[in-house]
């Protein structure tokens, strides 16, 4: 499948900052309001949860919404807060939602956390600014389902 009969967008909204790759161009929309209706999601829980949104270690939640247990088990594996899970995990939800609706290629960058499932393989560029380095090498991703953490927190809001 050549990148032109590929879809791309990208989209900003708030502190998310997504490109959205699909062979659907019906599956990018679904993307973007899957990650819309997750943030709210997400927001709504943490007004009433604020140590949610601030915790720098793992966070116990025994009864919540999809993206806050999914954060909350990811925080838990890796011994930090839930939020440092939260661009990865509006990433898996999205691509999930797109495969719901057919499409072969679905891949979600946010922020530097990449999810992916594709019958093809995805090719992903390595970017750091105004490195030399910048975009001169990165992956051949073959094998999915995969996610990919490249977020270092020097180019981003994160910690």
Known sequence: MSERSLFKRKIRLKETVCTIISDKIDAVEVAIASIVKSRKILELYVKNNPKFLYS???????????????MASAAEKANVGPMAAVAGVLADIAVENMIKIGCNVAVVENGGEISAISNVPVNTALLAGDHTLSGAFGF????????????????????
Request: glycine share 8%; proline share 9%.
């Open 56 to 70: 720098l270690k793992p966070i116990k939640v025994d009864k919540g919404p999809e993206v806050v247990m999914r």
């Open 140 to 159: 051949r991703l073959e094998e999915f389902p995969i996610g990919v953490a490249t977020s270092s927190g020097l180019f981003s809001h994160a910690l």
